[in-house]
C-alpha cells in the first residue's frame, strides 16, 4: 500500500521505518527537503538528526507535506500538534480527500515549559477540528496514547494493554485498525470509543501520561482498562 506520514519527527520516523519494513511504499511529509537534510544538528534529546536517520532507511521517500499526501492512498498526521493544522493546510484538501487521515498528534503547548498544557480540550479536541477543516477526509485518531516506539513494538509493554479508535467511518477504522495488528497490536485490546468527538477522552490523557513518565522515568507504559461485570439489581 502506499502511505505518506506526514511529520519527521521521533514518531515520523518511527512509524514509517515500521510501515517499510513491513512492505509498504512510504513517502515522509515536511515543510522543506532541503532543509529537513541540511539540519545536521542532534536535537534536544540528543537524537541525531533526519538525515542521518535516512542513511539508514533510503527506501524511504521524503517529499514536501503537499507532494507526500498525493501520493499516498492512507496519510499519517505525525506533526507536531500546536502545527498540525498548518501543515495538513500545506498537504492540501485536494490531496486528502477521500482518504484515511490517521492522526497521532496530540495537542500539547510547551509554550509555558512543563508540564505541557492541552491547547484545545474538554468540549473540543485536535482530532475534531482536522475533521471539520478536513470534511472529505476520514480522519481516524489513534495511537496518540502511547510513545513512538511502542506504536510499532507493543511487546515493549508485557502482556495486555490498550490502544484506542475515533473516527466517524466504520470501514476506515477498521482499515486502521488492520494496521494497528499488522504492528503487532492484539485485535482484542483496540477500543472503538465511537465518533471522532470520543478523541476528547484521549487527547484528555495526556496531562496523566506526561505526569507518568515523570514518575516512572521512562515511556514504556501503557493504559490497561480492566472490564468487569456490573452489579445485579
Ligand atoms: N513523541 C512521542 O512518542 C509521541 C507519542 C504519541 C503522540 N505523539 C504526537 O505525534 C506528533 C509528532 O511528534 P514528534 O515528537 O515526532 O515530532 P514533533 O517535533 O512534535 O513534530 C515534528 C513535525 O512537525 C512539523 N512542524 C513543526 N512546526 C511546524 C509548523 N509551524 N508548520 C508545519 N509543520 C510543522 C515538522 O515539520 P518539518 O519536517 O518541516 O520540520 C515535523 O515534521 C505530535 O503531535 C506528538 O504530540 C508523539
Do not use: C
Not at 12 to 40: I, M, P, W
Not at 67 to 72: C, G, I
Amino acid at each position: 500500500m502506499k502511505l505518506a506520514v506526514l511529520g519527521t519527527g521521533i514518531v515520523g520516523q518511527t512509524l514509517s521505518g515500521k510501515l517499510a519494513e513491513l512492505g509498504h511504499e512510504v513517502t515522509l511529509g515536511t515543510r522543506d527537503v532541503g532543509k529537513v537534510f541540511a539540519n545536521k544538528a542532534t536535537d534536544q534529546y540528543g537524537r541525531a538528526p533526519f538525515s542521518a536517520w535516512h542513511d539508514h532507511h533510503q527506501e524511504i521517500h521524503v517529499a514536501t507535506f503537499s507532494d507526500a499526501a498525493a501520493s499516498a492512498e492512507i496519510i499519517v498526521n505525525a506533526t507536531n500538534g500546536m502545527a498540525s493544522m498548518n501543515a495538513l493546510e500545506h498537504a492540501g484538501h485536494a490531496n486528502m480527500k477521500n482518504k484515511i487521515l490517521l492522526d497521532v498528534s496530540n495537542p500539547l503547548d510547551f509554550s509555558h515549559g512543563m508540564p505541557p498544557s492541552l491547547w484545545v480540550s474538554n468540549t473540543n479536541s485536535l482530532g475534531e477540528q482536522i475533521q471539520r477543516a478536513f470534511p472529505d477526509t476520514k480522519v481516524v485518531k489513534s495511537l496518540n496514547t502511547v510513545n513512538a516506539g511502542l506504536m510499532v513494538s507493543p511487546s515493549l509493554v508485557p502482556g495486555d494493554h490498550n490502544l484506542f479508535l475515533s473516527g466517524n467511518d466504520a470501514s476506515s477504522k477498521q482499515k486502521v485498525r488492520e494496521l494497528l495488528v499488522s504492528f503487532g497490536w492484539k485485535d482484542k485490546n483496540i477500543i472503538d470509543l465511537g465518533d471522532i468527538t470520543t478523541a476528547r477522552g484521549t487527547e484528555q490523557l495526556l496531562p496523566l501520561w506526561v505526569r507518568l513518565m515523570g514518575t516512572l522515568q521512562h515511556p514504556y507504559f501503557n493504559f490497561h482498562i480492566v472490564v468487569g461485570n456490573p452489579p445485579k439489581g
